[in-house]
C-alpha cells in the first residue's frame, strides 16, 4: 500500500510540473508574440505562407507589408523571402514574396528568395547557412506574433541572432479563437523539438 501510495503521489507531483511547464512555455509564446524587437541587423527575413496562383495570401500578405515597412525604413540591407512550393506546381511562397517586394519598389538585388523549405525548422536551418555564407549573423524575423518564439529558439540554435517583428495586421493575431488555437499548436511544436523532432 505505502508503495502504491509514493507511486501516485510521485505522477501527481510530475503531472503538475508538466502543467506549470506548459503554461509557462504558453505565455511565453504571447509575451513574445505581443513584442516588437525589431533593430538593425544583417537581413530581414520573412517567413512564408499560403499563396495563391501567385498572390499571397492575406496571411501571407500581412507580413510581406511589415517586411516592406522595415526594409523602407532601413533596419537591414538585405531581405531574404523563404517559404516552398506547398504543392503549387507553379509558384513558390519565397518566389511569391519576393516578386510582391519588388512591385511595391524594393530593388530586386536586395531580395534573396528561400524556396525550397517546407517547415519552419527547415527555413531556419536554411536561412541560416545563407547567412553564414555571407558573414551574416544577425536578423529580424518577421512572422505572426504566435510563430516567433520558436522562431527565435531555432535561430539561436543555428547561431543566429534574431530579433523577432510580429506583423501588426495579422488576421490570425486578430481573431482571439485563431490566436488561442496556433499558439497551442506552436506550444505542441515547441515540446516535440525539444524532443528532437524537426518541424
Not at 496571411?59 to 532601413?74: K, N, Q
Not at 525548422?121 to 551574416?136: I, N, S
Amino acid at each position: 500500500m505505502r508503495l502504491r501510495h509514493w507511486i501516485l503521489l510521485f505522477l501527481l507531483v510530475l503531472l503538475a510540473a508538466a502543467t506549470l511547464w506548459e503554461v509557462s512555455l504558453y505565455k511565453t509564446i504571447r509575451r513574445q508574440a505581443a513584442r516588437d524587437e525589431a533593430r538593425p541587423a544583417d537581413a530581414i527575413v520573412v517567413f512564408g505562407a499560403a499563396e495563391y496562383n501567385g498572390r499571397p495570401s492575406p496571411v501571407y500578405l500581412a507580413r510581406l507589408e511589415h517586411t516592406f515597412y522595415l526594409e523602407e525604413h532601413g533596419f537591414a540591407p538585405l531581405v531574404i523571402t523563404t517559404g516552398g512550393s506547398g504543392g503549387d506546381p507553379h509558384f513558390t511562397e519565397g518566389g511569391v514574396g519576393r516578386d510582391y517586394l519588388i512591385q511595391q519598389g524594393v530593388d530586386a538585388q536586395k531580395i534573396l528568395a528561400e524556396t525550397h523549405s517546407e517547415t519552419t525548422f527547415e527555413t531556419v536551418k536554411a536561412v541560416a547557412q545563407m547567412l553564414k555564407a555571407r558573414g551574416k549573423s544577425t536578423c529580424v524575423a518577421v512572422s505572426d506574433g504566435f510563430h516567433l518564439y520558436r522562431i527565435k529558439l531555432l535561430f539561436a540554435s543555428f547561431g543566429i541572432t534574431a530579433y523577432p517583428s510580429p506583423a501588426p495586421d495579422s488576421p490570425i493575431e486578430a481573431e482571439p479563437f485563431a490566436r488561442a488555437l496556433y499558439s497551442l499548436r506552436e506550444l505542441l511544436t515547441i515540446n516535440l523539438w525539444h524532443l528532437g523532432f524537426h518541424v
